[in-house]
């Protein structure tokens, strides 16, 4: 019996760099998952580029632009765990936004 199979938050039981690949369109050997001490301490002065907000569930995927060819993107879940992922910013650039997702910028 699984009790995390809770499809109404949309992610399709996608969870970490398997959601984030979703998300851009990358293959997850794309995504590079990182600390939560590096993560926190890289993005603490960087420029945020967007953020994308679930619409159905309070998790929400922050960007921001960490070198000019790298950026870190920040996953934050429901409960409000933070979960950091590396991702080549020209994987980023111009993506639409998925279904169920909002840029809230």
């Not at 992610?11 to 998952?33: C, D, K, M, N, Y």
């Not at 002065?45 to 060819?69: C, I, K």
Request: hydrophobic residues 35%; proline residues 4%.
């Amino acid at each position: 019996m699984r009790s995390h199979e809770n499809r109404s938050q949309g992610t399709l039981g996608r969870h970490g760099r398997p959601l984030i690949a979703s998300l851009f369109g990358v293959e997850r050997g794309h995504v590079e998952s990182l600390s939560w001490s590096l993560g926190n301490r890289v993005t603490a002065d960087a420029d945020q580029l967007f953020r994308f907000a679930h619409q159905r569930s309070a998790r929400s995927v922050t960007a921001f632009e960490v070198t000019d060819y790298t950026c870190v993107l920040r996953l934050r879940t429901p409960v409000g765990r933070e979960k950091f992922y590396g991702i080549a910013n020209a994987d980023i650039e111009t993506r639409p936004v998925p279904d169920d997702w909002v840029r809230t910028d």
